[in-house]
Nanobody
Framework: QVQLVESGGGLVQAGGSLRLSCAASGRTFSNYPVGWFRQAPGKERDFVAVTSWSGVTIFYADSVKGRFTISVDNAKNTVYLQMNTLKPEDTAVYYC????????????????WGQGTLVTVSS
């Protein structure tokens, strides 16, 4: 069983930056994609970004393209989400997830989830 732990969330002003981390432990998932999703109050959990564990294949949601960067540190078993030029609409709980059964962009297809980390962007 893989355990995922997110960290790095917090309060930031619009235009600022944060870096989220997703540390994996337990069973290795070196062959699995790892994705970031976010959920704002009263809304569904939305896709943000996903990377293959090699870092070769990466996809972003249109809403974050050019502002967010997903990356992998294989040695640390950690996936990062660098978030720049943050906007109030980026406010949400951010989750990392691993091992999708189908679509890499669908939250419903992921089997392993972290507990989430809250990002609040003030205007």
């Amino acid at each position: 069983q893989v355990q995922l732990v997110e960290s790095g969330g917090g309060l930031v002003q619009a235009g600022g930056s944060l870096r989220l981390s997703c540390a994996a432990s337990g069973r290795t998932f070196s062959n699995y994609p790892v994705g970031w999703f976010r959920q704002a109050p009263g809304k569904e959990r939305d896709f943000v970004a996903v990377t293959s564990w090699s870092g070769v294949t990466i996809f972003y949601a249109d809403s974050v393209k050019g502002r967010f960067t997903i990356s992998v540190d294989n040695a640390k078993n950690t996936v990062y989400l660098q978030m720049n030029t943050l906007k109030p609409e980026d406010t949400a709980v951010y989750y990392c997830a691993a091992d999708p059964e189908g679509s890499w962009r669908s939250a419903h297809d992921y089997k392993c989830w972290g507990q989430g980390t809250l990002v609040t962007v003030s205007s």
